[in-house]
């Protein structure tokens, strides 16, 4: 098991931006594909990005494209989701999760084993 722990969440106007980062513990971080999701209120969670175990393949949900950029860290056990231009519907409960070998990254909530406790990130208009 890994264990995962979000941050960068916050308030921020529409236009902003924030860095999210998903420090990781437990196990060997460049073993994991890594994925972002989120979970308005009264929605099911949702597929944001997600990046592959060396970081060498990304993807992205059409709502975030050009928006949104996922990366990470092996040397620091952390992946990142950098936010720009936020809009209202971005507001969520941003949650990291890992999928354990993966030879290629996932849309799947069901295909991460290990998920973070989530951020709350919160865009005014």
């Known amino acids: 098991q890994v264990q995962l722990v979000e941050s960068g969440g916050g308030l921020v106007q529409a236009g902003g931006s924030l860095r999210l980062s998903c420090a990781a513990s437990?196990?060997?971080?460049?073993?994991?594909?890594m994925g972002w999701f989120r979970q308005a209120p009264g929605k099911e969670r949702a597929f944001v990005s997600a990046i592959s175990r060396s970081g060498d393949s990304t993807y992205y949900a059409d709502s975030v494209k050009g928006r949104f950029t996922i990366s990470r860290d092996n040397a620091k056990n952390t992946a990142y989701l950098q936010m720009k231009s936020l809009k209202p519907e971005d507001t969520a409960v941003y949650y990291c999760?890992?999928?354990?070998?993966?030879?290629?990254?996932?849309?799947?909530?069901?295909?991460?084993?290990?998920w973070g406790q989530g951020t709350q990130v919160t865009v005014s208009s």
């Open positions: 999760a890992a999928d354990y070998g993966a030879l290629s990254v996932s849309i799947r909530l069901e295909q991460y084993e290990n």
């Open positions: 437990g196990r060997t971080f460049s073993n994991y594909a």
